[in-house]
């Protein structure tokens, strides 16, 4: 939706590799998988990005205090106050980072009410309906009436995309939905599928969400019979007599033990033994072998739920991972023996700890924290909060406090935490001109949410959001964000940079300093401060005081101002 609230078809003629802009449209059927939009008209950027935006340093000379590295790691950025607050958590550092990992590693106990009010203002029409409820309302449509239209079937999607934003926006419980963006990369599939995105609401809050910090075993078992995984791995075209390997593959080498751990072509019975007397991994006999075990999972396309076909399963005797499998076993125990099998797995619980410590620490995991995580992964692995275990560990790790920038912000951290620290506030509701503009926009800079086509998920790695599009991408999306006039030509404005300036913050210097400490929490390098000083004094004397901000055009200084510094290469740094 452009900024005179025209619309767009969501269900377009784009193949799937496209990147298609979410935000209601003309309902229509669909006509592919991916969306075809229009591109939203951008405004001349105000200020020229600094140099070296595609350079944040791996190894940087100094680490910025510990409330920091916590705040844009195990949540995403601090909001005013947040910082301040941290520092009252206790009288060290590790006192302080134990105190609010705990707090976060228990978000039933965190102050959700404000996240809920915001659900409600958005009125949203999905949030709180039952599987039936989509089913029926998004899918098939009442009876004997026509079916949903394109636009409806989206519904669940969107609202799913925008709760999502308003949990890490405004949410305090951040390490959940920091949690929440990884297992849903994990676990990755692509939401706007025709089938997927009536019931996509349902996948992210009853399949998602409840386990991020649970039982890992239970987690593998609700994704396997998960109705949009079924539809997007061909698991309910398994059939003994058509068998599809899509799922049991990627149950190995995405969502288990991992690419890490695959021994290729080799016989079973080839592959070395662990100090336990088990395949230190896994071959293809053992993706076909799985495969067998996992005919007759399906679903039911009158209810869209889970559904097993005995009649459709492969009976007989089958090895996997070094365990016998015997014939004629009772309804569902051949899939289920192999998901004890992967889950259990020491390979599977190195691969997901490096992988969390990827997400939570380094790019380059480092491998003591990893060993110690896995450790923990499998001598908790009969604990219903074994994953709760897992993360603890890590964010209370040495390594975790002394590593800072080697990570970098992906688009939809790199928005979210800019929203926090402004005070953005915007309503994300479906239908809501601003935030469907918004969404288009964002959508733009290289990231939908839930929509990476293929089963691996974004990737996580700094070289894969360092590219030339990337940052121009996030060029753009700092600029428009700043220029007022994008809003409807003024008469809205999400936050006001100008007036969050505090009393005595008058001049060029100060005001740059100001924003310097709200957006980043430490310093600037003495270069990268003085540029951005130099751009918001105009020539003029940076220590002269304005009377005031009535101006137009330094009002519009200041907004650009604040563009200049998001894209700052440390305002990507986590």
Known sequence: MDGSGGVADAWGAGDKEGFPVSGPTRPEEPRG???????????????????????VAATPTGLPPLSVIALNRIAFGPRPGDLEAFEQLGTTDEARLAAYVEQQLHPELLDASDVEARFAAAEFKTLTKTWEQLWSDHHLGPAGGPAPTSLQRLEPYWETERTTFIHAVYGKRQLESVLVDF???????????????????????????????????TFLEAIATSFPMMLYLDGYGNTVSGPNENFARELFELHGLGAENYFG???????????????????????????????????????G??????????????????????????????????????????????????????????????????????????????EPDQLRHVVRTILLSPEFRTTW???????????????????????????????????????????????????????DVREKWLGSNTVVGRWRL????????????????????????????????????????????????????????????RGRDPEMEYRGFDDDTLRERIWGTLALLMTCPEFLER
């Open 265 to 303: 072509v080799a016989r079973q019975d080839e592959v070395p033994l662990d100090a336990d007397r088990r395949p230190a991994g896994y071959v293809d006999d053992d993706v076909y072998e799985t495969t067998r075990a996992f005919t007759g999972w399906g679903v039911d396309f009158t209810t």
């Open 305 to 382: 739920t889970f559904r097993y076909y005995p009649e459709r399963h492969d009976r007989f005797q089958k090895y996997v991972l070094g365990k016998f499998i015997r014939a004629d076993q009772s309804q569902l125990k051949d899939g289920r023996d192999v998901l004890d099998a992967v889950a259990f797995h020491p390979g599977t619980a190195r691969y997901v700890s490096r992988k969390l410590c990827r997400r939570l620490i380094a790019d380059d995991p480092p491998a003591r924290v990893v060993q110690e995580a896995s450790e923990v992964f499998l001598a908790k692995k009969d």
């Open 183 to 217: 297992w849903h990369n994990h676990f990755n599939i692509y939401g706007p599928e025709y089938w997927s995105a009536p019931v996509w609401m349902h996948h992210d809050r009853d399949v998602i969400r409840p386990h991020v910090l649970g039982h890992f075993r």
């Open 405 to 459: 920038g080697a990570k970098v912000k992906r688009p939809f951290e790199y928005i979210v935490s800019a929203f926090r620290a402004t005070q953005t506030e915007l309503s994300f509701a479906l239908y809501h001109q601003p935030s469907d503009h918004f969404v288009a926009m964002f959508n733009q800079a290289g990231q939908p949410l839930f929509q990476w086509a293929t089963p691996d998920g974004y990737p």
């Open 478 to 537: 700092s600029n428009w964000l700043n220029d007022v006039k994008n809003w409807w030509g003024g008469s809205y404005a999400p936050f006001d940079p100008v007036a969050q300036i505090p009393a005595g913050v008058r001049s060029s210097r100060a005001i740059v300093d100001f924003w310097i400490s709200r957006l980043f929490g430490r310093p600037l390098p003495a270069a990268t401060r003085e540029a951005v000083v130099e751009f918001m004094a």
């Open 33 to 55: 998988r991916t969306a075809s939009l229009p591109v939203v008209p951008l405004r001349a950027p105000a200020p020229r990005p600094l140099s070296r935006h595609n350079a």
